[in-house]
Structures are given as structure tokens and as C-alpha cells.
């Protein structure tokens, strides 16, 4: 019979990541913070409509996540619209993909030493929801 230590039993995207966290009132979210809410959103529905956190479609839960960062945005400024961002499917896309990278990585899976300190630069960096011209040269995540 093996022991299960607190860190043995723990989630390694929640180690990597930080503990699941609504997304702060105040503040634009960072990839960080999007990705911590989407580990909230899943703890929440464990309790409510799914057993496990392996059967709530990955789908579902970034589009939730998309939805609320598009708020935050809208919030902050009512130009901040379809046009001028990204629209919520391609947030979603990107959202998804981000999180299986960061899963990898927290599973100490086959990426190798840049990728891993890529993704933890971009993890910090405010979550770029703008449509911009591919001749500028901005840091986005």
C-alpha cells in the first residue's frame, strides 16, 4: 500500500498553474488568471453536473472562460467589440491550446527547456484580445 502525500495526490496543472481562482473585478486577465478561472469553473462543476474533471468537455469550459475575458474587456472599454478583438471562438482555439501546452508542461511531458520558459514568459503577459497588424511587433500572448 503506497502513501499519498498531499503533493502525490495534488493536480500538477494546480502546482504549475496556482489554485483555481475567479477572475478579479478590476483587472484585465492575464493567461495565468484565465487558465487558474478555467480550473475554478472545473472544480465547481465536479460538485454540481459532472463526476469526475475528466468528463467536462475542455470545449465547454473554455468557451465559459472566453465568454467571461470578452466581459472583462467590454468592461474596461465599449470599443473593445468584434471588429477591434478577436471573436470568442478564436479565444477559445487559443485558450484550449494554451491550456494543453501548459498540462505538458506541468506533467513534466516531452517539451523542451524554451518551450517550457515560452510558456511561462506568455503565462504573466495580459491575455491580447486585439486584432493587430501583422508589421507591429508586440509581445502577445
Not at 472544480?43 to 470578452?70: A, F, H, R, W
Not at 506533467?107 to 523542451?112: L, P
Request: charged residues 30%; positive net charge.
Amino acid at each position: 500500500m503506497s502513501l499519498r502525500t498531499r503533493n502525490a495526490s495534488g493536480c500538477n496543472l494546480k502546482d504549475f498553474l496556482g489554485s483555481g481562482r475567479p477572475l478579479l473585478p478590476s483587472d484585465l486577465p492575464t493567461l495565468r488568471s484565465a487558465l487558474c478561472f478555467a480550473l475554478h469553473l472545473q472544480d465547481e462543476y465536479v460538485g454540481c453536473e459532472y463526476q469526475t474533471k475528466q468528463q467536462i468537455p475542455l470545449n465547454d469550459l473554455m468557451k465559459e472562460v472566453s465568454v467571461e475575458v470578452c466581459e472583462r474587456y467590454k468592461k474596461a472599454n465599449h470599443m473593445f467589440v468584434p471588429p477591434v478583438t478577436i471573436n470568442e471562438k478564436t479565444l477559445k482555439e487559443r485558450l484550449v491550446k494554451h491550456w494543453n501546452i501548459a498540462r505538458v508542461v506541468a506533467s513534466r511531458g516531452k517539451y523542451s527547456q524554451k518551450e517550457k520558459t515560452d510558456l511561462e514568459d506568455k503565462l504573466d503577459c495580459l491575455l491580447d484580445i486585439l486584432k493587430y497588424e501583422k508589421s507591429l511587433n508586440y509581445k502577445l500572448c
